[in-house]
């Protein structure tokens, strides 16, 4: 079974970076960042795909970055120019096929919190 755990989050003011981290202790196919806050539907943040194909929600697009280390199997998220809009708890999770439908496995999450 699939474990995951994220890293990163944090405390930082608007416009300030934080990159957020997923070990994983395998890969698979289709692998993404979500976020939700309390009382309000979770939404795809960033996906990424075996061939390096990536897919970002439209208000993060030009800000974030997914990405991933193979060696260390894990994915990230860079993310830049921070809003407080992004205040949000982000999970990572994966899918065992490529991207599109539902997302079998899930991580426990980690706080981010934009504020001046």
């Known amino acids: 079974q699939v474990q995951l755990v994220e890293s990163g989050g944090g405390s930082v003011q608007p416009g300030g970076s934080l990159t957020l981290s997923c070990a994983a202790s395998?890969?698979?196919?289709?692998m993404g960042w979500f976020r939700q806050t309390p009382g309000k539907r979770r939404e795809g943040v960033a996906s990424i795909e075996t061939d390096g194909t990536t897919h970002y929600l439209a208000s993060v697009e030009g800000r974030f970055t997914i990405s991933k280390d193979n060696v260390k199997k894990t994915l990230y998220l860079q993310m830049n120019n921070l809003r407080i809009e992004d205040t949000n708890m982000y999970y990572c999770a994966v899918r065992f096929d490529t991207c599109g439908g539902n997302w079998q496995r899930w991580g426990q999450g980690t706080q981010v919190t934009v504020s001046s």
């Open positions: 395998e890969f698979t196919p289709c």
